[in-house]
């Protein structure tokens, strides 16, 4: 049975059979084409025989293999390898079909190539997976033809393999390279220029080309007669708390992925510099009630723990509780530390309703209240209105746009900073605050 299973017909073998069936059928009227029937019969049936042991000739005449990362990066584009081999002493025409996981939405991943006598070969591509979670990827089938093209045989390989999503570490690597190398201005990140003296005497050493003129300490200069400069140390160990809500407001999806799902990839990307600079990254995920606490730390692990925490989040449908997030911050958060708050408010009267603890949270810490511009509403207003349903409907959108900037204006009245961003410009925009908070020493 298991000969069989393998065993596929191509579509040539068929149109082979309905021409020796159409002979025979002529046969009935004309002689002759009964006698060429019976010919064709006999050499396609000798034919396929021969393809037949080309093919199941070699026990495995195609090796196959998936390189897959065991982890992949949400919301980013993840390579995928198919290495193929050929163990035939012909040429193969191969049709390959990788089964992908249901959340991907693909159903027609399949390549076709031809692979000489003992030649490799590497079939890649590229996923965009969109949400969290385990994706289980099915086997690899390859149909393997040989040039006489009558008869398959099916490969499997590869069965069941389990990628893990993370958020998106590939987006945290890229700005995390970007700030080593100090090119943070080519992806929309501001230089912002230090401000005050927020900085601890290090130590006195030699200049070298780049140096600040400013910081020439002209008495060690004199005393060994060459140019030396004072070095300061960034004031370094503050705390960085991501808060991050689960609740209703971040189902709304926007290019495939949750609100909820922007916020946790900028929050992994921030916290990454955030260590980079010597600060302790911390989190907290809310809704109804507190999920998650991850206690700011510096320890070399934190951002593994940020991933595997932020791995098993999930948005909810029920109201968030901005009291039990005062709550928990007021306890738990005892030195004063920036609070990156990822939220977003429907109306006025939504933020008005939560307005107390965040002036709470505002006055012991600084609090940053991330909010989320509506991309659709934009392309909207921006369109012109052709009839009346139109105008109707660019008026509300303009009317829900700008009552999301009456919610900043009034959230910075009360002292509390605010970010308005469109979703795929949240982790650039992120950074420049917590660049600018720095840089100014406002925390």
């Not at 073998?13 to 064709?40: E, H, N, P, Q």
């Not at 290090?202 to 140019?227: C, H, M, P, S």
């Not at 098993?312 to 029920?318: A, D, L, N, P, V």
């Not at 991330?370 to 303009?398: G, R």
Request: hydrophobic share 40%.
């Amino acid at each position: 049975m298991k000969f069989f299973k393998r065993l596929f017909l191509t579509n040539l073998l068929l149109y082979c059979i309905l021409g020796v069936i159409a002979c025979f059928l002529i046969g009935f009227t004309v002689d002759i084409f009964f006698s060429i029937g019976k010919l064709a019969l006999i050499v396609l049936a000798v034919l396929a025989l021969l393809d037949m042991l080309l093919l199941f000739g070699k026990s495995e005449g195609i090796h196959g293999q998936r390189i897959i990362a065991d982890k992949l990066s949400n919301g980013d584009e993840n390579e995928i390898k198919i290495n193929l081999e050929n163990y035939y002493s012909f040429l193969t025409k191969i049709r390959v079909i990788d089964e992908l996981p249901e959340q991907l939405q693909i159903r027609d991943q399949q390549f076709s190539l031809t692979l000489k006598e003992r030649d490799k070969k590497v079939i890649s591509y590229l996923v965009k997976p969109t949400k969290r979670g385990d994706y289980h990827f099915g086997s690899v089938i390859a149909f393997v033809k040989s040039p006489l093209m009558l008869l398959e045989r099916k490969y499997t390989f590869d069965k069941d393999h389990v990628a893990m999503v993370y958020p998106s570490f590939i987006q945290m690597k890229k700005y995390e390279l970007l700030a080593i190398s100090f090119k943070l201005q080519d992806q929309g990140i501001k230089k912002i220029r230090k401000i005050g003296q927020n900085q601890e005497f290090e130590q006195i050493k030699d200049y070298v080309v780049g140096d600040d003129f400013r910081t020439l300490n002209w008495k060690a200069t004199a005393r060994v007669n060459k140019l030396m400069v004072n070095t300061y140390q960034d004031e370094k160990s503050q705390q960085v708390y991501s808060l991050i809500n689960k609740g209703r407001v971040m189902q709304m999806p926007f290019d495939g992925l949750t609100l909820l799902d922007y916020s946790i990839n900028a929050s992994l990307a921030i916290s990454n510099i955030a260590l980079k600079k010597d600060d302790r990254p911390g989190l907290i995920t809310f809704q109804h009630k507190i999920a998650t606490v991850l206690p700011a730390s510096k320890r070399a692990a934190q951002i593994r723990y940020f991933m595997d925490v932020l791995y098993r989040e999930k948005t909810g449908f029920k109201e968030s509780d901005y009291s039990r997030l005062y709550n928990i911050v007021k306890n738990k958060i005892k030195k004063r530390s920036l609070l990156l708050l990822y939220t977003n408010f429907e109306s006025l009267s939504s933020m008005r309703q939560q307005l107390p603890y965040l002036k709470k949270m505002g006055s012991s810490h600084l609090l940053v209240c991330i909010l989320f511009e509506n991309t659709e509403l934009d392309e909207i207003i921006q369109q012109p209105a052709q009839d009346l349903d139109e105008i109707y409907t660019k008026t509300i959108a303009q009317k829900i746009a700008y009552e999301k900037k009456q919610i900043v204006k009034e959230l910075n009245q009360f002292g509390i900073k605010t970010i308005l961003t469109k979703p795929q410009d949240l982790t650039v925009n992120t950074i420049n605050k917590y660049l600018e908070i720095k840089a100014r020493g406002m925390l």
